[in-house]
Each structure stands twice: as structure tokens, then as C-alpha cells.
């Protein structure tokens, strides 16, 4: 099994929910990724999101928007992301790593020479948001060649067809977006996703995560008794954002310690 595999059947042999936190590769400068990524793991996480950064994130909020600005201010570029995910690599062999970003940065270096350099630095999966499942047979094929999982969005609007068909091609886990809108919304219903996510399950067979709206460690607990993992992105982000930087590994790793606390409460 690859690294993501493992990890959600690690944690359901514990009967416990993943943590997975998104941060901007970058963001506020490329010095702290690293670290933060480190951090973030002493705070309890199991897989971690790391943002290409992108001039146009349209599926994103403000706040994700501020960390790819704050990003290309310093001219990360994706093969700096490869680069980052290989230094994390020198001391941490085994927590998951999945890119999660645009397709214009995929396009632009090409499939095979993407995925042959994410195999290359210790990429676990990938998250493509507009690449539409029902045309991604090639760029799902250069990934499964490398051994890289694909990961898919769902969302509250997706029809019963693209689900089957994500089915096919998926692997890891899923991302359901439980909002209609963009990252860092707060209106989310659990109830919705609880009726959602009983369509899912009939339709995908492996892991669902569930982000967009979870904001504090109550949030996170009720999503993690619904789904497979708690994916938190914008609270992070904000918390990078009002943090000097001597403070900001510490306060991260709280923030993210007292989630981890909170979806493992009994």
C-alpha cells in the first residue's frame, strides 16, 4: 500500500478520523513550508494539502486567494513545490502528501513530466480542481504509471453520474466540498452532508473527506462522525495571516492540536 492507503487503514483498524490541513505552499514566504509542514505533523495531522500556488484559484475564498498572492510575490513556482515536498522528505518518510492545485501548471509542464517529478520528490496524490473527471483519463493514467493517487472534488451538485464515474478513477480518498460556494464559507449544514454523504457511500468505496466550513474544533468533531476525514484549509490560513512569524509555528500547531483533540474525543 502507498503512503495514503495506509494511513486511513491505520486509522480505521483505531476506529479514528483523519486530519488533513491545507496550507499554500509559499505562504507567507518559502522559508516557513517546511517548517509548517513539520509542525503541523507534531500537531496530530495524518495527511497534508499543500497549494500550488495559482494567479486565478477561482474555487477559492479571499483567504486562500491572500496565500497564493503572498506566494507568487516570492515567485514559488511548481517546481519549488517539488522542491519543498523533497526537503520534507529528508525527515519525514511517512505522512502523506497530496498537491492540491489548478490546471495551468499542470499543463504547462506537461503530464508525464508532472507526474514523473511529484513521484520524484515524494508526492503521495493530487488534487486537480478543473480537470472534469469524465476528461481526465490521460492525466489520471501518467499519475497511476507513477504509482500517485488521484484525488476528485464532490460537491453538494453532483450528479449520481460523475459520482460513478470518479469511482473509476479515484483513489486515496475523495474531497467533498460541502458548500455550493467558495473556501472559507460558513454556512455549513450538517445535516446536508449527512444526507450526501449516504449517496456517496453508495456510490465510492474509498475514503470521503469532508472540508470547506469547519472552522473550530466542535465543526470538525460532528464532520468526522459523518465522514472518513476533516479537511480544514481557510482557519489555517488565517491563522498564518495574523501570526508574527516567531509565533506562527506555535500557534498553527495549536489551532491543529486542539482539532485533533476534538475529532478523537470520545
Not at 81 to 104: H, Q, W
Not at 112 to 123: L, P, R, Y
Not at 225 to 246: F, N, P, T, Y
Amino acid at each position: 500500500m502507498n503512503r495514503i492507503a495506509t494511513i486511513f487503514a491505520t486509522l480505521k483498524s483505531q476506529d479514528r478520523k483523519a486530519l488533513i490541513p491545507f496550507i499554500t505552499a509559499g505562504d507567507p514566504d518559502p522559508s516557513m513550508t517546511v517548517p509548517l509542514m513539520h509542525e503541523m505533523v507534531r500537531a496530530g495531522v495524518d495527511v497534508i494539502e499543500l497549494g500550488v500556488p495559482f494567479s486565478d484559484p477561482m474555487a477559492d475564498g479571499p483567504t486562500i486567494q491572500r496565500s497564493s498572492e503572498r506566494a507568487l510575490k516570492h515567485h514559488v513556482s511548481l517546481g519549488d513545490v517539488f522542491g519543498m515536498v523533497s526537503e520534507f522528505r529528508k525527515t519525514d518518510a511517512n505522512t502523506p502528501v497530496v498537491l492540491m492545485g489548478y490546471a495551468n501548471p499542470v499543463e504547462a509542464m506537461g503530464y508525464e513530466t508532472f507526474a514523473t517529478k511529484a513521484k520524484a520528490s515524494g508526492v503521495d496524490g493530487v488534487l486537480t480542481v478543473d480537470y472534469p473527471p469524465e476528461e481526465s483519463d490521460a492525466w489520471v493514467a501518467q499519475l497511476n504509471k507513477q504509482g500517485i493517487d488521484a484525488i476528485f472534488l464532490m460537491s453538494p451538485t453532483t450528479l449520481q453520474s460523475r459520482m460513478q464515474h470518479v469511482a473509476k478513477l479515484a483513489q486515496g480518498y475523495v474531497y467533498y466540498v460541502s458548500l455550493k460556494g467558495v473556501t472559507g464559507a460558513s454556512n455549513l449544514n450538517l445535516v446536508e452532508v449527512a444526507d450526501m454523504m449516504v449517496q456517496l457511500r453508495e456510490n465510492i468505496s474509498i475514503p470521503i473527506g469532508v472540508g470547506f466550513g469547519i472552522r473550530d474544533g466542535e465543526t470538525a468533531k460532528a464532520v468526522s462522525e459523518l465522514a472518513d476525514a476533516v479537511v480544514v484549509g481557510s482557519r489555517i490560513i488565517e491563522e498564518i495571516e495574523q501570526s508574527s512569524k516567531a509565533d506562527m509555528l506555535s500557534n498553527v500547531g495549536k489551532l491543529l492540536s486542539t482539532l485533533r483533540h476534538a475529532i478523537d474525543e470520545k
